[in-house]
């Protein structure tokens, strides 16, 4: 067995590095096929072990319709090989929930035309190879990245693949000898805690990386890892065996709630690739059935990782968890590992077997398997890094996996290859997902907070999150901080101890006005409002998807430290509320602050009394509004102007205003019209004036 | 009996014109009062005569209130004398339907506490002129303009409440001798038509004009009035006898369409104030019951006027009508009345009677009571001169009525004082309202087109009537005239027989095409569009509200001249059609626009299929489109782009045109981007992007 390494991008000649590609190409496909080959008969390519994924059929397919659909959308290809192929196979359903059952009928091809497409695919590719622009280095933008990214693409379902052929019944598959398994195994060794260092962890790679890279891994992050210690192997049968014994699986105390909900679904009472028998469990590898190697690493789900470590929380009174994706870099580097493409010095890309070995061979330092033999789950759902974005050529490889539903899984496993077998590679997949995977597990100081962190496709929160951190259209200043920055100029002076934002939707006028306030309140009636505001303000970040075409989306993460306002975030309190009807403790103001509020509340009468309630004497009060009274918000008889008076005459907003607050409130300035855009999609945005009215307590 | 003529507002120094003011002010009031003084007792007050208005009690209060809440708007008070009266004798229902009864119950005041109200309001308005800033010439923007606006007001419902005395019960009114009725009658003078030659008339004040008017008599117009006859009297009740006699009011081929529904529903046989008696027809003046003036002008309402006229086309064989307003100017100028403010050369301005007086007794030249005895019903709806605007103060004044159900009377009556005793005055009722008015007929060569011009409150077509023919906001161009100009320039050179503007909306990018193509076709699927391009070619002008805020609207008049484009209106057709399914007469085009249509059809393709058919071979398709698509307009499975295709690829609109147009069509031109802004209110606007694609025939 052999996998070429993944290619360096800029070096060498262009005659040398069309030469490579076509290697690695070659490489790829023909592995891929030869993993095929270990199918008993074609009927196997037909069986759905694993419910939730295509038959293997589908897979066989797929990579090769792959490097076409990703040619024609980068136009190098005008003239499909087999359009029908290319739709069948174009879309897996890998992303599907478990309790998510894809019931659709398919009336897949014969594996020999399935074989014989491959084969135009790959005449095809090797044309374009030989053929197309090529200079060096090879980057986001060069003509061959769409190739390279096609064989990175096949390489991860080589693995996915074994996987699926690992879940088929064992009827279905032979052993050809192309794909030996190791044959050594022993009792488990007994597993230690081994201190790992404190120390600032840096990653992401740059955009002039010398290696392939998907979205994911470029930009950087910077994070203090506090000390930990590790556990010095990776979890074996034989340690998570006392967890099974100990009724592990019957016990819901140690699932987490989604872990629990996955057991109950599954039933599962032990680890998916042991097989219960008389005589104690046997052990599935890709191709064959024996009794259960104990020294070789347990393949788990996160879920079960996670309840064997609560496990062992509970027996042993330690912190018991899973790393973290920067621990697990910082054990990486107090344990001596410095490759950034791993070969045959662990167990991964092919070099040593078709299976996992045991968990003490691959050592490093006072650790083993830190890379290799299995993938290790970590507590970490996948997070865009400073500087993400989509490659254009496949704008949905990641983003919809930012939705902290997939965790990410460090290290490789014995068919890991290609991009997968490097330091900076980044797979996610959901939690309950298998893989060649397992885990090595770690004692803390502190538990990690579970990221709740969502991102965010709700149409109205998108697009308030964009009005409110994102970028300007038609050259309008951004209104919230317009907004927060007229406020504080005409508060000049005045004590600038407490601040209310009310209807502050997603918050940026509240950490605005923190600029100058001691502390502001932000309160919204909505509680997704809120939400995201919180997110901004506890995370200093915020995700989601802006509509750009009909159903076409596109990524956006907007940072509070981007806008300079991180230091605000201490400053400021978001809280979910009725402005009609304020909580006692909202008072006591030297400014309120209303944007584009009072029209779209129920009583603007008994907003106005709430507020001036709850305002300082001397203290301003900041009303801006288009003043678009609609029934649907506020009922006509509650309309504060808009309409011909009861002397018929014509009564603006403007005015209305000024005589509702009269006998308490002095206008401080003439009014003012603030314009604000808000996107709706790429091309469509509502264009708007708001007019500021300010008011003195008197 | 006598009444003040209206003042010159320019001349002479500023005490003067203070005093002036003072006294037209008291006369006013004096005479309103004297007026009301004719009722019998305090209970006539409060009889309804006319169930579509309120009792006298409201008239009583109502002018008075009318100062009050003008200065208050004015902000020339800051306080109310009474607000409960002010809100009470504020709207009137002057101008509700015939067949739209009030049933609303009021609790009115005793007469003498509005006697009351009134001393107080005359000794406010009485300091006020007394002390606020004058200075000469009073223009709109003059402080002192709305005491004038008040005064003008109270004259106007001099008259129309003499009228509601005029319908009370005879028992409710005693004659005090102050409103003396003329005691001549006689036999009916034959009628005959003398010619009046045909000439240009120009009409409409300057804002710099010398008297108060109204908003609807400023800016100008000019007709080239046809040669006509005119009729020597206005008609008598003489005259109007033979009409009565012949069963005039039993046959309904006399009478016009809305008309004949008056004329049903109030069952009417005779003019109002006649009164069937056992010894013929008696009469009612204002104050008197007495046997039928045979030599005294009918007081009708439009209908019976239009009736007559039709009647006597019909025993004449001749063309007979009312005249328009235009034509009534063009006689006045042929009988040599010159004077701009009327006064005791005419039965005009209480100069001479408390009533009519026999119709040969005021000569002009061949004609008699050209101005004064009874209004003069016209053919004309009011409409606005070029350059009209809304006064601030009073900006329901007028638009309301140019609604085509106003039609405009001429000359004034006996009690018409101030501003109504004017060549300017342009007063319009209802055409089933009475007033003391009657009718001069005319022979004319050509039937009055009747105008069913109406002015659109619809939002939508406002909206776009506005996009099209009105301002610009934002400072982006006009979006309508800009496609045009893009089609124009892209087609270049190629053949300009015939183009298409398929989803024309409201038509203007049809008239700019025009400018450079021989025909141009618009088709829109909305017949209220098409509506409304039609006005505008057949009539140059289109009318509609714009909404400012809540219910407050503005009026907008819209003229192709001003737009420099009144030339294309007979190069282009307006048809209402389906752009999926287009009849067969529209094809062989040299190029079709479809301006934001594409997103907004039930089928895309078919839509592409058919223009395609309909497009001379190297012809231009314009395709312009935010591709905003919507579910609502186009089912998913219909869309053009916008979501991932069959291959998981995204598939923008641009790309998915160009695929579907590709048999057919070759691309011209790089998509290029216009933008377009449509209004909503006087602060809110939908700002856009449209995707121009330009496609010629293979």
């Not at 001596?336 to 078709?354: C, P, R, W």
């Not at 490093?364 to 507590?379: H, L, P, R, Y």
């Not at 907007?558 to 909580?583: M, P």
């Not at 855009?677 to 945005?685: A, D, F, G, L, S």
């Amino acid at each position: 067995m052999y996998a070429m390494s993944t290619l360096n991008l800029r070096n060498g000649s262009v005659e040398q590095k069309r030469q490579q590609i076509k290697e690695y190409f070659i490489d790829s496909f023909n592995t891929y096929e030869s993993l095929f080959s270990c199918l008993d008969s074609d009927n196997a390519y037909y069986e759905r072990p694993e419910k939730l994924r295509h038959p293997l059929i589908f897979y066989f397919g797929h990579t090769a319709t792959f490097f076409i659909n990703k040619l024609v959308l980068a136009k190098l290809i005008n003239k499909r090989i087999n359009p029908h192929f290319e739709s069948l196979f174009a879309i897996g359903v890998d992303e599907m929930s478990w309790d998510d059952l894809n019931d659709e009928n398919y009336e897949w091809p014969q594996v020999s035309e399935v074989m014989e497409y491959r084969q135009q695919v790959r005449e095809a590719v090797l044309t374009l190879i030989d053929t197309i622009d090529l200079s060096l280095p090879i980057d986001w933008n060069s003509k061959m990245w769409p190739i390279i990214m096609g064989i990175e693409h096949e390489r991860i379902h080589l693995e996915t693949s074994s996987v699926l052929i690992r879940q088929l019944d064992i009827a279905c598959v032979s052993d050809n000898g192309a794909w030996p398994r190791c044959p050594d195994s022993g009792e488990a060794p007994k597993n230690a805690l081994i201190p790992v260092e404190g120390a600032v962890v840096t990653t992401g790679k740059p955009f002039d990386a010398d290696y392939y890279g998907w979205d994911n891994e470029y930009g950087n992050v910077q994070e203090n890892v506090a000390d930990f210690k590790a556990s010095r192997f990776v979890v074996s049968n034989g340690e998570f065996l006392t967890f099974v014994e100990a009724g592990g699986y019957q016990n819901p105390d140690y699932w987490e709630e989604e872990g629990n909900r996955w057991r109950e679904y599954t039933q599962a009472t032990h680890p998916v690739f042991w097989i219960k028998s008389d005589s104690g469990y046997l052990y599935r590898s890709m191709l064959e059935t024996f009794p259960l190697p104990l020294d070789w690493p347990v393949d788990v789900n996160y879920h079960e990782a996670k309840a064997f470590c609560n496990y062992l929380s509970e027996t042993s009174g330690d912190l018991i968890r899973l790393p973290t994706e920067n621990e697990w870099l910082r054990l990486r580097e107090q344990a001596g590992v410095t490759q950034n493409v791993y070969s045959d010095e662990f167990n991964i890309a092919l070099s040593k077997f078709a299976s996992s070995e045991p968990v003490n061979i691959n050592q490093s330092k006072e650790w083993f398997d830190v890379v290799g033999n299995v993938w290790q789950w970590t507590e970490t759902p996948i997070y865009p890094f400073d500087g993400f974005k989509v490659h254009p050529l496949y704008d949905d490889f990641t983003t919809p996996t930012f939705d902290n539903k997939h965790n990410l899984m460090k290290g490789g496993s014995w068919i890991s290859t290609g991009n997968e077998a490097m330091k900076e590679s980044r797979y996610a997949f959901r939690r309950h997902f298998f893989q060649h995977a397992g885990f090595r597990y770690v004692k803390a100081e502190h538990p990690i907070l579970v990221n709740d962190f969502d991102y965010e496709s709700d149409t109205q929160i998108s697009q308030y999150s964009e009005f409110h951190y994102g970028d300007e259209y038609f050259a309008v200043p951004n209104f919230a901080k317009a907004s927060a920055r007229f406020c504080i100029e005409q508060h000049g002076e005045r004590p600038h101890k407490k601040a209310l934002d009310l209807g502050c939707a997603v918050g940026r006028s509240t950490f605005e006005l923190a600029t100058h306030f001691d502390h502001v309140d932000g309160i919204d009636f909505s509680a997704r409002f809120i939400k995201t505001a919180f997110s901004m303000q506890e995370r200093g970040e915020i995700r989601y998807n802006l509509i750009e075409e009909g159903e076409l989306t596109s990524f956006k993460v907007r940072k509070l430290s981007a806008l300079g306002i991180e230091n605000t975030a201490d400053k400021v309190a978001f809280a979910q509320g009725d402005a009609c009807n304020l909580k006692p403790q909202f008072s006591g103001y030297d400014l309120i602050f209303m944007g584009n509020l009072i029209d779209r509340v129920y009583s603007p009468r008994k907003l106005l009394q709430e507020v001036s309630e709850r305002l300082n004497k001397g203290g301003l009060l900041v009303i801006a509004s288009p003043f678009t009274w609609l029934e649907e918000y506020t009922q006509r008889a509650e309309w504060l102007g808009g309409f011909k008076d009861e002397n018929g005459e014509t009564l603006s907003s403007t005015e209305a205003l000024a005589a509702v607050l009269e006998p308490d409130f002095a206008r401080v300035s003439s009014p003012k019209e603030i314009p604000f855009v808000i996107r709706e999609t790429k091309r469509k945005h509502q264009h708007t004036l708001s007019e500021f009215n300010v008011f003195e307590k008197r």
